[in-house]
Structures are given as structure tokens and as C-alpha cells.
């Protein structure tokens, strides 16, 4: 059974840095793409950055709206996958979360709640 544990969320000034962390247990983690997906209330969850698996490259991708400021990165001996957002703007309040790049209802976690305040 697959389970992913969302940290590091705050409350932080704009302009200001986060780093999210979420750790996956069970054994899957190294062979699949990863994403950190984002929601706020009464909006859907978007996908905001994606890293592929280290045999395939380990390539990323970003929404255009975080492109420049988060960076996405995995450390598959720690079975863990992050997210340093740096300039963060009061847009980027909301609960954070991890999953494969193609969602998994039964992976969804609690998510970690980021707000940037002005």
C-alpha cells in the first residue's frame, strides 16, 4: 500500500521560500513520475510541477504560472520527491500535494497548506 506524506507548508511572506517535502512509502517510487498538484477552495487541483523517474532522465516540467520560481527534484533513496518555491506570490496560497503525474485517487494524502500572505 502506497502512502504519501506531504511537510513543509507555512505561512510565509510574499516574496518569501518554502521547500515541500512528501515521502512515499512502498515500492513504486522509484519507477514512476511524480507530481506536485495544488488546490484552492473551489477550484480544481492543478498540476503544477512533474519529475520523472531518474531511468528515464529524471526531466521536469512546469505549470507557465510557477515556471522560473519552483523547482521540483526527488531523492529516490529517501523515497522522497520536493519543491522549493522561492517568490511566491499570494496566488500560490493553497493545499499542496504529491502524487504520481498521473493521479491515483487512493495515493491522495492530506496535502500541506502553503499561505503567502502581502
Known amino acids: 500500500q502506497v502512502q504519501l506524506v506531504e511537510s513543509g507548508g507555512g505561512l510565509v511572506q510574499a516574496g518569501g521560500s518554502l521547500r515541500l517535502s512528501c515521502v512515499a512509502s512502498?515500492?513504486?517510487?522509484?519507477?514512476?513520475?511524480m507530481g506536485w498538484y495544488r488546490q484552492t477552495p473551489g477550484k480544481q487541483r492543478e498540476l503544477v510541477a512533474r519529475?520523472?523517474?531518474?531511468?528515464?532522465?529524471?526531466?521536469?516540467d512546469y505549470a507557465d504560472s510557477v515556471l522560473g520560481r519552483f523547482t521540483i527534484s526527488r531523492d529516490d533513496d529517501k523515497n522522497t520527491v520536493y519543491l522549493d518555491m522561492n517568490s511566491l506570490k499570494r496566488e500560490d496560497s493553497a493545499v499542496y500535494y504529491c502524487?504520481?503525474?498521473?493521479?491515483?485517487?487512493?495515493?491522495w494524502g492530506k496535502g500541506t497548506l502553503v499561505t503567502v500572505s502581502s
Open positions: 519529475i520523472a523517474r531518474i531511468s528515464s532522465g529524471g526531466s521536469t
Open positions: 512502498g515500492s513504486i517510487f522509484k519507477i514512476v513520475a
Open positions: 502524487n504520481t503525474d498521473k493521479p491515483i485517487e487512493q495515493y
